[in-house]
């Protein structure tokens, strides 16, 4: 073998192991999103425990008259508070009332804390009510939490192979793909909408939309590196 050969060679061999070689930009960069993911997750988790969607019992709509009640359920708080069909809200604790948007963040500010004040225009006189909100009835939310436990873990699993085989692809795609399913079964809007719930919302649906396609790679490559 002649020298430019040898040299041709053994720069092709370090070339080679440097780039089996352990990235730290790599390994702090997963241990980051791990770290960021898990304390989001667990929030996500925390709010759907303590956080309940309440409701008056009422479908309030704009009219030419204003905020109207279009509907009320039988049984409902505002019904038993005395709240009756035609009913216009004018203010809520004194606040005035421009759409049942107003409504709805109304109830998410108070909860179940305090009752309301309604203030309401009833054939032209106006009437006073003391509304009690009564939470949404959620189903199976039990079902949520072990979801998000089986996302917790799985991100976990990814992040400590990352971590041990931190210059391996491989461990890189797998990494993601576990991403996704955390972002799946964990990320749930709690029906708040606030910054944070509409971060939960949207990063739920990246990680739906995001999870066929990298699952349809994976099954496709990894036999391949097999």
């Not at 309301?116 to 009835?137: D, F, M, N």
């Not at 189903?139 to 699993?157: C, R």
């Not at 972002?183 to 739906?208: C, I, K, N, P, Q």
């Amino acid at each position: 073998m002649s020298d430019n050969q040898f040299r041709s060679a053994e720069s092709a061999r370090r070339t080679s192991a440097g780039a089996g070689q352990p990235s730290a930009a790599g390994w702090f960069s997963a241990l980051a999103v791990a770290l960021v993911l898990l304390g989001l997750g667990l929030g996500n988790i925390y709010i759907r425990a303590t956080w309940h969607e309440v409701e008056d019992g009422v479908l309030w709509v704009s009219r030419a008259d204003g905020i109207t009640a279009a509907e009320l359920a039988d049984r409902a708080p505002a019904a038993r508070a005395g709240v009756r069909l035609g009913d216009v809200l004018l203010a809520i604790d004194g606040r005035p009332v421009e759409s049942p948007a107003d409504v709805v963040a109304a109830a998410h500010a108070a909860g179940r804390a305090a009752p309301l004040t309604y203030t309401l225009l009833r054939l032209g006189s106006r009437e006073i009510v003391q509304v009690r909100l009564a939470p949404i009835p959620q189903g199976n939310s039990f079902l949520y939490f072990i979801l998000a436990s089986v996302g917790i873990f799985t991100l976990m699993v990814g992040a400590w192979v990352r971590l041990r085989r931190p210059g391996d692809q491989s461990s890189l795609h797998l990494f993601w793909l576990t991403v996704a399913f955390f972002g799946v079964f964990t990320f749930s809007f709690s029906g708040r909408f606030d910054r944070l719930d509409w971060l939960f919302y949207w990063a739920d649906m990246v990680a739906l939309l995001a999870l066929a396609p990298m699952l349809l790679h994976f099954t496709l490559v990894f036999p391949e590196r097999a």
